[in-house]
């Protein structure tokens, strides 16, 4: 079990930023943020290959969000900035084992990440 302890999450208003971070043990491989809205399905945020190489957005998120890693203290980030109403959610990190380089089409895709974690809520008053 890969244990993923997602942290950092809270309230913040319309524009504001936020950082949130996820905890993990020691890995090589594919790192996403998720978010999941009240009564809407899990959505692919951003993405970042193992070595922090190469990283994905989702459109609506594109030059808002920034996705990174520490390696030497197996944290995954998600800057988030510009904040609107619309992000709030419960925002998960995942993680796909089998990968180093994440997937170009599909990284957005949950059935890919074999490890999640338990998520921590962002709510973003207007």
């Known amino acids: 079990q890969v244990p993923l302890v997602e942290s950092g999450g809270g309230s913040v208003q319309s524009g504001g930023s936020l950082r949130i971070s996820c905890a993990a043990s020691?890995?090589?491989?594919?790192m996403a943020w998720f978010r999941q809205a009240p009564g809407k399905a899990r959505e692919g945020v951003a993405a970042?290959?193992?070595?922090?190489?190469?990283?994905r957005y989702a459109g609506p998120v594109k030059g808002r969000f920034i996705i990174s890693q520490d390696n030497t203290q197996n944290t995954l980030y998600l800057q988030m900035s510009g904040l609107r109403p619309e992000y709030t959610a419960k925002y998960y990190c995942?993680?796909?084992?089998?990968?180093?380089?994440?997937?170009?089409?599909?990284?957005?895709?949950?059935?890919?990440?074999?490890?999640w974690g338990q998520g921590t809520q962002v709510t973003v008053s207007s």
């Open positions: 995942a993680a796909d084992l089998r990968r180093m380089v994440c997937s170009e089409s599909s990284w957005d895709r949950e059935l890919w990440y074999t490890y």
């Open positions: 020691g890995y090589t491989a594919c």
């Open positions: 970042i290959d193992s070595d922090g190489g190469q990283t």
